[in-house]
């Protein structure tokens, strides 16, 4: 049953992560005053961008190429690894913290490598944004959860999940929340909402993520939004299930632990995605030298939370 869940999960991510992003986007038209797309528009785009050409700039390399790919790829194998909907999925040996966000940062590597190969004056531009902000987001990461395995004793991820469904008043201590509010700016910081990118501008002074991508059209581009997607659901997941355990079914899940897991997960993740589209219609962008300093701020909380687990450990 262990292997239904691993599937379900990975099912789960692939075909639910373009309805996230709908879902943000009609929630924000209306806030707006807009009718918007609907929710399956994501998918509408999706389909029309593989039926068109895919073009391939005079010079680039097997970079440009096979970055879509490594992308798509990296953030299934997070989907299909992270306890999303149980903590006993197959792949869960290897849901190690440090895995995890090397093939987050793989993902983020191979798509500023493609914008540096195309290049274009845009290209490099959103490269050198993109690891800029990534060398502040994954630090971050490492250290926020590494607070949480304190108390766990593993760097697992499912570990940590099933420790807080066995220790709820863990959540809820001085560790827990300076975590989540580091994990929550990083979350915003890695999949580019704002107020760290606007996904729907194409402003040449303000893009990060779209910079990187201007070159791409047809198939690798509806690959690269899918795993955009992707890469956003898989994160709300992962946070809603390190702080709010509820509802993930344990090692060994029968099909109706598996179904209430599905259920719960997805509701979790509408809730997240639905209070940050209701956070960005009320958001400006910051200026480009002022997003180090919010993730810094975040980095300070997530050093301050491993030192909060630390004492309350020792005191224990």
Known sequence: MSYLAGATQLFAVAAGAPLVLGRMRQIRARLEGRVGGGVLQPWRDLRKQLGKQSIT?????WVFRGAPVLLAASTLLIGAVAPLVATGSPLDPVADLIAVVGLLFLGTVALALAG??????????????????????????LLAVFALSIPAGSANLGAIVANSLENPGQVMSLAGVLAFVALA??????????????????????MVHEAMVLEYAGPRLALIEW????????????????????????????????????????AKVAALAAALAFAEV??????????PELLAGSFLLALLAVTAANFFSGQA
């Open 57 to 61: 700039p005079v010079g680039t390399s």
């Open 116 to 141: 540096l190969d195309t290049g274009t004056a845009f290209g490099g531009m959103g490269a050198s944004r993109e690891m800029t902000i990534a060398a502040l987001v994954e630090p971050t990461i």
């Open 185 to 206: 700016i990083v979350v915003v910081a890695e999949t580019g909402r704002l107020p760290v990118d606007n996904p729907s501008t194409h402003l040449e002074l303000t």
């Open 227 to 266: 795993a955009a997607a992707m890469r956003l659901t898989v994160l709300l997941a992962l946070l809603a299930n390190l702080f709010v355990p509820w509802g993930v079914a344990g090692a060994q899940p029968t099909l109706a632990a598996v179904l209430i897991g599905l259920v719960t997960i997805a």
């Open 282 to 291: 009320f958001l400006a962008k910051l200026r480009l030298f002022r997003v």
